[in-house]
């Protein structure tokens, strides 16, 4: 390295010219600056997955694809809220009396008849917006009756109190041979003492109410109360002239265990529902992707924080930006406002938008934690002060970070406008992108404050300001090169990893570091040189002070160093014991997604998934299954049956976690219940069929599908021709309303079932090219319940996969590797299945990125060792084990011991790598051949040097992944980065003891003296920097924003780890190995 030394001095002596370049590089990054600063999209990763795959095949080919929006509803406290009509804090609803408690005030709680007359007003705001063009149908699953778009429970009560539903309806089954007629299963003719209003009648009564919900509470097979929290129960009222089951369970349609008393249904809380069509929402302004959308702003000053301010955003006008070449307008904005315009009839109920809207709610926070950012920023000057002691010291400091920044930002913002005009993207900002500023404070002011503290004790030694400059950028300055260059390192290890967003994370960490390096620590001291040379041209240039306390006593950081050099083997002895204890809770770490751990636990995002988790505990999160292959054949719906019953049989290891319906059974919506449903819709009304060729006096009915048996009764599915012309003919025109049964529109069983080819109309059997339809793909829709537990969803998906074992018996490769449908065969049907959806998704990509990140680890591990090997090199120890090899005096035993030291050293590397969190073995084996043939060139002290400096940082590493444990957290992303980030962090701690300790030796000091010198001199810049930024990171750690918080406390931890390696770890190793010759014979890179 010691041609760092010409460059060192070209910088001085060409400091206006530096200066100069300086000034243009940050104007010439200024264009960027406002593109990085565009908010990310948190919710995408760009990872590749077929469990992803799967998900754009069903936005892209399932014609029906919709997408379903829900708003909770709950009764408020009536002691917390004005009397008064209008927005309504969500904390104003009434406490949660747990599970079949029920609601004593008011009467019937959400099924209170005032309190519906509001869910009405609320559900009719929704339906006179002026995005109702771009509704989907909805079928209501208690009464049948079909929507366009919004369901309530209001709508409901409308549809069963006007005597016009399935409920009220006759039906048909089959008995036997026969079909028989089945009488309704409730009625609104016969009230009791009643009459049987309808809801809107102006003399509709509580009594009508608790009457309404009690028939369809009893009769609609459990659906009624799924819209209902888990609170709801009958709740006895001798006053009432309804008779219920108190303190009973629903068994299908029999109460067990009941009391049969008067009283009335209650809960707290109900769902309004709304569908959107996806294809109209997309063809019409507005995407579901926040990083293709217009980056509106729609926040208001609210305090020191930030809420959310919709824009008033349009149909019309996100069409004209659409035509005018601008992007479209994202549906994140559009459900907050609907959910504004919803909360303005918020007067016995609050309103919840559920899940929906994360990006905003992450940005809001982020800029709701910007005086947080103020306040760390003053403190860390504050700080600097009392370490640095001149306020124009603190300044120039100030000013080599914010252009750090800026040329981070910068220069990012460019490589994105590079890669959207080439299509050459090699930055994907993801949520870890906001962590970058931190972290480079951080490298920045360690930096600055090595290469100022240098300065001053040149200056306080008597030298010239300039020839205190000079060293400073020649000694400090190779050491910062040389942490620089190990930081970027351990970052670029990112560049291997498989996911888009972590190297875009790797190439920003290593332009920011690289940014810091230049500015904080090469022209900070430039910077420093020139402002002293103008004070002492007007000769206002005072001597550095000799007694100043710079935050600590000089004499406690040397004596600090000496002890733990003097008492190596105790604290060798009392590292050892607290690694093992924390290495058993690191190993335990398992893998978590908590809401509050990222977001605000008082937000309104956060509020709705704690109240589904609490009150609708038994609903769950929409997932999939996509399923590919020749369809029509008869296995494969008998598959899908033997799927459902698997999926309620539990084994020893099932989570429990699939959604299920009141009676107890799983929820798998699937297109094997609607062929039965269809079929009694043929027994119901055939004349919906034979207009699409059904023709009971030809063979096979005239569309090829025979009935089962001698009897015309049942079809038989076990029959491709049954199969195809019902997919058909369903996917097409719907299933027409039946007795028991609702018109399903074609709409829905788009979302189940899709075509090869377009269908015939009027004969749906056959494509329009008169060939025989086939299907080739179709979605199994289920729940899965609390998806935010990661370890849960994990054991769910693997419970899964050994319930699709009827489906993989009908797959010729693994079900998870998706084969050509065209290769489906007679004995192998099925292609491709795979589960997907959102639940499945989000811990597909963030236990991948999990992985990566603990991956990448190691890997930077491995790097952070070739760099520092490379930059400890010395030309007086080259040969290596090649030299060692020839001083054998014995040929034979030279024979015999080259092959073996040189299979034992590639053997430790390459277990060295597999080691350190899964390196890939051919990584592992490249790097151990190239160390085989670069040690000879290095040499093997200075791998020596290396291991030994990164050894400190291991620990730290396992210490902090004890201290999560510790702490209570699991890993997540925010928990994996910080110990990621560990790393290059803390090894530049190391870097510069171990390089003061060298210098110190080849002064002629003896080994305690020299720890002494190096705590007396790089201890204070490391205290200060360490201190400046634990104070930073403790201020962060107050932010509402779980993200940050989470950030903040752990990041502050790790400083305080690295500081403790430095200062105490680094010296008793040192002290351990203080008798090898290598450490005097080398020349040391920096002294301060």
């Not at 390295?1 to 001095?9: D, I």
């Not at 997907?836 to 060792?865: D, H, K, N, W």
């Not at 105490?1064 to 450490?1079: H, Q, S, T, W």
């Amino acid at each position: 390295m010691t041609g760092f030394s010409v460059f060192a001095k070209s910088l001085f002596e060409n400091r206006k010219r530096t200066h100069l370049i300086i000034g243009l590089m940050t104007l010439l990054v200024l264009p960027g600056l406002p593109v990085s600063l565009t908010p990310a999209d948190i919710e995408s990763y760009d990872l590749e997955s077929p469990e992803l795959d799967a998900t754009r095949v069903i936005q892209d080919e399932f014609t029906g694809n919709g997408v379903i929006l829900g708003y909770i509803f709950t009764v408020t406290d009536s002691t917390l809220i004005p009397d008064v009509t209008g927005p309504l804090d969500p904390m104003t609803m009434a406490t949660y009396s747990g599970v079949g408690e029920g609601i004593k005030s008011p009467d019937g709680g959400i099924l209170n008849l005032t309190v519906l007359q509001e869910l009405d007003r609320k559900a009719n705001i929704v339906k006179e917006h002026e995005t109702a063009d771009h509704f989907g149908p909805l079928v209501s699953d208690i009464t049948g009756t079909p929507v366009d778009g919004v369901l309530s429970l209001p709508d409901n009560f409308r549809s069963f109190m006007s005597n016009d539903t399935l409920l009220t309806q006759p039906s048909k089954e089959a008995d036997g041979f026969f079909i028989v007629d089945v009488p309704p299963k409730t009625n609104w003719t016969d009230c009791g003492e009643l009459e049987c209003l309808t809801y809107d009648d102006s003399n509709v009564t509580q009594a009508h109410i608790d009457l309404a919900a009690h028939r369809m509470a009893n009769n609609s097979n459990g659906a009624f109360l799924r819209w209902l929290s888990n609170d709801r129960a009958f709740v006895p009222d001798s006053n009432s002239p309804v008779i219920g089951p108190v303190n009973g369970t629903l068994d299908g349609e029999e109460w067990v265990g009941a009391e049969w008393i008067p009283g009335r249904w209650s809960a707290g809380s109900a769902w309004l529902l709304i569908q959107y069509d996806r294809e109209k929402m997309l063809a019409n302004g507005w995407t579901f992707s926040w990083s293709d959308a217009e980056q509106d702003w729609g926040y208001a000053v609210s305090g020191l924080g930030f809420e959310a301010d919709p824009p008033p955003l349009s149909t019309d006008a996100c069409l004209d930006r659409i035509n005018d070449g601008a992007d479209p307008c994202s549906t994140e904005w559009l459900y907050l406002d609907l959910e504004g315009l919803i909360r303005t009839e918020d007067r016995f109920t609050s309103t919840l938008l559920i899940g929906e809207s994360p990006n905003v709610e992450v940005n809001r926070e982020l800029l709701s934690s910007a005086w947080l950012i103020v306040l760390m920023g003053v403190a860390i000057m504050v700080l600097l002060w009392f370490s640095l002691r001149r306020w124009s010291d603190v300044g120039i400091v100030g000013i080599g970070l914010v252009l750090s920044l800026v040329w981070m930002q910068g220069s990012i913002g460019l490589l994105i406008l590079f890669g959207d005009r080439t299509g050459l993207e090699v930055i994907e900002r993801s949520q870890f992108s906001n962590l970058l500023p931190i972290l480079i404070l951080a490298l920045g002011i360690d930096d600055s404050l090595h290469a100022l503290h240098r300065y001053k004790e040149e200056r306080r030694r008597g030298e010239t300001s300039e020839t205190a400059a000079m060293i400073s950028l020649n000694r400090v300055g190779r050491a910062i090169m040389l942490t620089s260059l190990t930081t970027i390192a351990a970052f670029m290890a990112n560049m291997f990893s498989g996911i888009p967003a972590l190297r875009s994370f790797g190439l920003e960490a290593a332009i920011g570091v690289m940014a810091a390096f230049i500015l904080t620590g090469l022209w900070v001291p430039l910077l420093r040189l020139d402002v002293d040379r103008w004070l002492r041209n007007r000769g206002r240039l005072l001597p550095e002070p000799t007694d100043l306390i710079r935050l600590v006593p000089q004499s406690w950081l040397a004596f600090t160093a000496r002890i733990s050099g003097a008492w190596a083997p105790a604290v060798f002895l009392l590292t050892v014991l607290v690694t093992a204890a924390a290495a058993p809770a690191m190993m335990n770490l398992e893998g978590d997604f908590q809401v509050e751990d990222f977001l605000d636990d008082e937000s309104d995002f956060a509020t709705g998934v704690f109240l589904v988790n609490e009150r609708f505990a038994e609903e769950g999160e929409p997932a999939e299954i996509l399923v590919e292959g020749d369809l029509t054949h008869p296995d494969v719906l008998y598959a899908v049956k033997e799927l459902r019953y698997n999926m309620n049989k539990l084994s020893p290891d099932d989570p429990d976690r699939f959604a299920r319906e009141p009676s107890g059974a799983v929820e798998l919506l699937a297109i094997d219940e609607l062929l039965e449903y269809a079929q009694f819709a043929l027994w119901y009304n055939s004349t919906p069929f034979e207009a699409t060729g059904w023709d009971t006096s030809l063979p096979e009915n005239g569309v090829n599908c025979p009935y089962r048996g001698s009897t015309q009764l049942f079809v038989n599915f076990e029959d491709r021709g049954c199969i195809a012309y019902f997919f058909g003919h369903m996917y097409l025109h719907g299933i027409p309303e039946s007795g028991g049964y609702p018109m399903i529109p074609a709409s829905i069983v788009s979302n189940f079932i899709q075509p090869s080819q377009s269908l015939n109309s009027s004969q749906p059997w056959l494509d329009l090219d008169g060939n025989n339809a086939t299907f080739d793909r179709m979605v199994l829709r289920f729940g899965l319940r609390q998806p935010e537990q990661f370890d849960k969803v994990e054991l769910a998906i693997a419970e899964l996969h050994r319930d699709l074992a009827p489906l993989q018996n009908l797959s010729a490769t693994p079900l998870r590797e998706r084969t050509d449908r065209d290769t489906a065969n007679e004995s192998y049907p099925i292609t491709w299945t795979i589960e997907t959806g959102s639940p499945i998704t989000r811990y597909v990509q963030a236990s991948r990125m999990q992985e990566e990140l603990q991956g990448s680890l190691g890997l930077g591990v491995l790097f952070c060792l070739v760099t520092l090997w490379w930059g400890f090199r010395s030309s007086e120890n080259r040969g290596g084990w090649v030299r060692s090899l020839i001083s054998v005096p014995d040929r034979k035993l030279r024979v015999l011991i080259g092959p073996i030291g040189m299979l034992l050293f590639a053997g430790g590397l390459i277990s060295l790598g597999v080691f350190l969190d899964s390196v890939p073995i051919e990584v592992a084996i490249a790097l151990a051949i190239f160390a085989l043939i670069i040690e000879p060139i290095w040499g093997g002290q200075a791998l020596s040097l290396a291991l030994l400096t990164t050894g400190p940082i291991l620990i730290v590493v396992v210490w902090l992944y004890g201290a999560i444990a510790w702490f209570g957290y699991g890993l997540n992303m925010v928990t994996v980065a910080i110990a990621t980030m560990s790393l290059g962090v803390g090894i530049d701690y190391v870097i510069h003891v171990v390089e003061r300790f060298r210098e110190e030796r080849l002064n002629g000091l003896d080994t305690l003296p020299a720890l002494s010198a190096v705590g007396a001199a790089s201890g204070i810049a490391l205290v200060g920097s360490a201190l400046s930024d634990i104070t930073g990171f403790i201020v962060i750690s107050r932010s509402s924003m779980g993200f940050f918080s989470t950030f903040g406390l752990f990041s502050a931890l790790m400083i305080s780890l690295s500081l403790i390696a430095s200062l105490i770890l680094a010296p008793a190793a040192l002290r351990i190995v203080a008798y090898l010759d290598f450490i005097r014979s080398d020349e040391g890179l920096e002294s301060e």
